[in-house]
C-alpha cells in the first residue's frame, strides 16, 4: 500500500499542488482583509475620506464661476455639472430682511437645521436626525448679494428605520461600522480632518462580533478542501483495486477521521466561529455536533463512507471478505438513524 500511496503522490500531486497553492493564497487574501479592519488602517481610511471630501468641497466654493451659474440658473447647471452626485449636501442661501431663503440644494438626502444656517463661518460636526455629518459654511458675496454657501459631508449614517436601500453605516466606511462605534470615550481612535484637528473618535465594539471571511477566501478555501478530498477519494479507490478493499476502505474512514478531528481542534480549514453556519448560538447538540454546520460535514463524510462501501466492497475481491454484505449493512441502518437524529433532538 505504501508503494500505491508513493505512485498517487507522483502521478497526482497535481490535486495536492492545488489544494496548497489555493489554501495559501486564501491565507493572504485573508490576511489582507484583516489588516483592511485593523484600528491603524480604518483610522488612515476614514480620515482619507473625509479628508477628500473637504477638498471636494472646497474646490466648488472657492469656483465662483461655477457658483454664479447654480444662482442663475440651478436646474440646468445640475445636469450639466452633475452636482447631485457630489459625495456631499451643497445648500445655498440668501438672505432677505434677516430670514434665510434656500435657493438651491443638490440633493434630498440631505437637510439642515434652521439654527445652523444663522452661524457664522465655521467647520464643525452636527448630529442630524438621519447620521452624523461635518457641518461647512461660507459665505460669498455676488453683485452686492449675500449668499451663505454650506455642504454637509457625511459621515456616518443613522436611519430610524433599515431597510436594504438604506443602512447604518459609515459613509464609505468599507464596513467599518461592522467592528466599530462612534464615540466620545478620550481613548478613542481620532479621525483628522484635512488641517489633522480630531473630527471624532471611533473604538472597536465590546462583546461577541461577528466577522465573517470574505467571499473570495471562502472560495479559495472550499475549492481547495475539494481538491483535497478528491485525492483522498481517488487514492482509496486505487488501494481498493489493486490492493484490497479492506485497506483502501481503511484508507478512507482513517483520512477522513483524521480531517475531522484536525478541523475539531484547529481552525484548518476555516475559523468556524466567523462562519453563520457553525455558530453554536444557532444549533449546538454536544461535543460532535457543536454547530449545524459540523453535523452537515459528519452526515456528508457518514454518507460517503456508506457509499464508499457500497459500491467498493467487491473490487478485486473473489471471495467472501469479512466486511459484512450490503443486505446485512441493512440491518445497521436503524442504529445509524439513531446516531444522527438523537444529537438533533
Request: aromatic fraction near 16%.
Amino acid at each position: 500500500m505504501t508503494k500505491i500511496i508513493h505512485r498517487s503522490f507522483i502521478y497526482k500531486n497535481w490535486l495536492l499542488y492545488i489544494t496548497a497553492c489555493l489554501y495559501i493564497i486564501s491565507i493572504f487574501t485573508n490576511s489582507y482583509e484583516s489588516y483592511n479592519s485593523s484600528p491603524k488602517k480604518v483610522q488612515q481610511h476614514l480620515s482619507s475620506v473625509i479628508q477628500q471630501k473637504e477638498k471636494s468641497f472646497q474646490t466648488f466654493v472657492n469656483d465662483t464661476g461655477l457658483i454664479k451659474k447654480i444662482i442663475a440658473d440651478p436646474i440646468t447647471t445640475q445636469q450639466e455639472y452633475k452636482i447631485n452626485e457630489y459625495p456631499f449636501g451643497v445648500f445655498i442661501y440668501t438672505f432677505n430682511n434677516g430670514s434665510p431663503n434656500l435657493i438651491y440644494w443638490n440633493s434630498n438626502r440631505f437637510s439642515t437645521s434652521e439654527d445652523d444656517i444663522f452661524k457664522k463661518d465655521t467647520s464643525l460636526i452636527v448630529q442630524y436626525q438621519n447620521g452624523l455629518f461635518e457641518f461647512n459654511k461660507k459665505s460669498i458675496c455676488f453683485n452686492d448679494n449675500s449668499y451663505s454657501v454650506i455642504g454637509l459631508l457625511p459621515i456616518y449614517w443613522d436611519y430610524f428605520i433599515e431597510n436594504k436601500y438604506l443602512k447604518d453605516a459609515f459613509d464609505n466606511g468599507n464596513n467599518a461600522e461592522q467592528f466599530y462605534v462612534i464615540t466620545e470615550d478620550e481613548n478613542g481612535i481620532p479621525i483628522y480632518d484635512s488641517y489633522q484637528n480630531v473630527l471624532y473618535k471611533i473604538q472597536k465594539k465590546t462583546g461577541s462580533i461577528y466577522s465573517s471571511y470574505d467571499l473570495v477566501t471562502i472560495i479559495l478555501r472550499v475549492v481547495a478542501i475539494i481538491c483535497l478530498l478528491i485525492f483522498i477519494q481517488n487514492l482509496s479507490k486505487k488501494i481498493s483495486e489493486e490492493k484490497s478493499f479492506n485497506k483502501g476502505f481503511l484508507f478512507l474512514t482513517t483520512s477522513l477521521l483524521s480531517l475531522r478531528v484536525i478541523s475539531y481542534f484547529t481552525s484548518f480549514p476555516f475559523e468556524k466561529s466567523r462562519l453563520a453556519l457553525f455558530d453554536p448560538s444557532i444549533y449546538a447538540s454536544n461535543i460532535i455536533h457543536p454547530s449545524l454546520g459540523d453535523l452537515l460535514i459528519n452526515v456528508i463524510f457518514l454518507l460517503w463512507i456508506v457509499l464508499f462501501y457500497k459500491f467498493n466492497r467487491n473490487t478485486n475481491c473473489h471471495q467472501e471478505s469479512t466486511f459484512i454484505k450490503i443486505k446485512s449493512l441493512k440491518k445497521f441502518t436503524p442504529f445509524i438513524n439513531l446516531i444522527l437524529l438523537v444529537p438533533i433532538t
